[in-house]
């Protein structure tokens, strides 16, 4: 990882993000000889999730859920 003396980053902090997020690589900013903070492009994620994107899509009969099922109900509390 590429480190940058804290002066050199100050006066070149917007080019160093430019090439930091075209390359996909961060980098090290040092004080005194010593790194003290990371700067890394935020990774994109692949595959976004979208809410709602079934909406209207897919119908279910309301009746499936709401009447009782006598196997799930002797799951819960077991056979009547």
């Known amino acids: 990882m590429l480190i940058i003396n804290m002066h050199e980053a100050k006066t070149n902090l917007s080019k160093l993000i430019d090439e930091a997020v075209k390359s996909g690589a961060g980098f090290m900013i040092a004080k005194s000889g010593k790194p003290i903070v990371i700067v890394e492009p935020i990774k ?37």
């Open 44 to 80: 994109k994620e692949k595959n976004p999730v979208i809410y709602g994107l079934m909406k209207r899509k897919i119908k279910i009969d309301d009746e499936d859920f709401d009447s009782p099922s006598k196997e799930i109900n002797e799951m819960f509390y077991g056979k009547a």
